[in-house]
């Protein structure tokens, strides 16, 4: 028998636990993304709005050719991201890391985008490189999305210093909406230490991942100038959610409203089904968050439905039972058939990434003791 040292806590307010990377709970029992979420009521939206008005026109009144790069996959966010620069009289170059798992309703929105009015590239990095690069960051940290995330944050910045392009428009900050320092979650600017905590990286650059198999100009892509750089370069690299009220339903409802496609089929991993729903690798990026933290994509999801009003706790925690660990079987053949391993070699790496801190077990079977959900199937 394998037990933890210490229970995990719950947020009394959401249902995110405090093994979720930059979340914190304090003595009142409440995470500081729900904390940061309040202060959301006491912001004058307006007001920021003009400030990003202010953005939008020293961008233009400083280019000379494209005023801003924005960073999209064609998804909710993104299509509402464009939506907003274009509002505000941005001419943008769109600027899209073409996943090798991309979906067919992911191609349809990211062409729905494109026909909002934007130049596009989509940047395909070569597929070799790319297995290379996955397996060795799966084999490190039990992490598909290390080249996905490396690639998002860094080609964007790479074009817009070499072309002289003013202005970056990021979407959310993370740090805000799901737990982060007091700085972290009320700047506006995405720099270099975001991007060490909250770029999804585990704190690697493409030098890390230099090996026999993977040439410093292999991960070409995977470098770029650091937000220190660029800024000294005149690019600044804003989030969009700071000056606009960030709320995944009425993301969604914008990106809809101009062409947008929810997944008929429902949600490919999580409760939302107008999210992670371009790419068939993502719900393995966020099913290994149940070894790792003992979590799912729909805590989450639950988790912002409840800070917005739209659902209690009680019945987040019933639908998180109703939809028990979501394990994405057929997206796992698909990224096992991309990347030449077998399921069972898959299965095999994936538990070494399994906590100890906060799994047990015993007779055979795992479980996580005085989880939040009761009744919870551990079979």
Same mark, same amino acid.
């Given at each position: ?7 995990? %806590? ?13 979340? /914190?709970?304090? $003595? ?17 939206? *307006? ?13 233009? /009144?400083?280019?000379?050719?494209? =005023? ?71 084999? %490190? ?39 982060? /320092? ?38 070409? *892509? ?29 993301? *969604? *409802? ?21 999210? =992670? ?19 799912? %994509? ?15 706790? $009680? ?17 796992? %053949? ?8 077998? /399921? ?36």
């Amino acid at each position: 028998m394998v037990s933890g040292s210490d229970a995990m %806590r719950y947020c009394r307010k959401c249902v995110l636990p405090d093994t979720r990377p930059g979340l /914190t709970i304090g $003595d009142t029992g409440v995470c500081n993304a729900c904390e940061a979420h309040a202060t959301k009521e006491s912001i004058d939206w *307006a007001q920021r709005e003009k400030l990003f008005a202010e953005v939008a026109r020293e961008a233009r /009144t400083s280019a000379s050719g494209y =005023d801003c790069v924005i960073p999209v996959s064609g998804g909710k966010d993104s299509t509402w991201q464009v939506v907003k620069c274009l509002e505000h009289g941005l001419t943008p170059l769109a600027v899209t890391w073409k996943t090798p798992g991309r979906t067919r309703i992911g191609q349809r929105n990211l062409d729905n985008l494109v026909q909002l009015g934007v130049d596009h590239i989509d940047y395909k990095v070569n597929s070799e490189t790319e297995k290379k690069f996955m397996r060795a960051a799966f084999e %490190r940290f039990g992490a598909t999305a290390i080249p996905m995330h490396m690639a998002i944050f860094n080609i964007p910045v790479s074009l817009a210093v070499r072309s002289r392009i003013p202005l970056i428009v990021w979407g959310e900050n993370s740090a805000f909406e799901y737990g982060g /320092t007091e700085e972290q979650r009320t700047g506006f600017s995405l720099d270099d230490a975001w991007l060490e905590k909250y770029g999804v990286t585990h704190g690697t650059t493409a030098r890390d991942w230099v090996s026999v198999e993977l040439t410093e100009k292999d991960l070409a *892509a995977y470098s770029g100038p650091s937000m220190k750089e660029a800024a000294a370069a005149g690019v600044r690299a804003v989030f969009l959610g700071y000056y606009f009220k960030w709320d995944p339903n009425a993301t *969604a *409802a914008v990106a809809e409203a101009n062409g947008f496609e929810r997944d008929k089929e429902g949600a490919r991993t999580g409760y939302y089904d107008h999210a =992670d729903i371009d790419d068939e690798f993502i719900s393995v990026h966020h099913w290994m968050k149940w070894y790792k933290f003992g979590f799912t %994509r729909a805590f989450d999801n639950l988790a912002l439905e409840i800070r917005n009003g739209r659902l209690e706790r $009680d019945a987040a925690i019933e639908i998180i039972r109703q939809y028990g660990e979501q394990r994405p079987d057929a997206d796992i %053949r698909r990224l096992t058939d991309f990347l030449g391993w077998t /399921t069972d070699g898959f299965f095999d790496r994936a538990e070494k990434f399994r906590n100890p801190e906060i799994w047990q077990c015993e007779n055979g079977f795992w479980s996580i003791p005085d989880f939040l959900v009761p009744e919870w199937s551990w079979s």
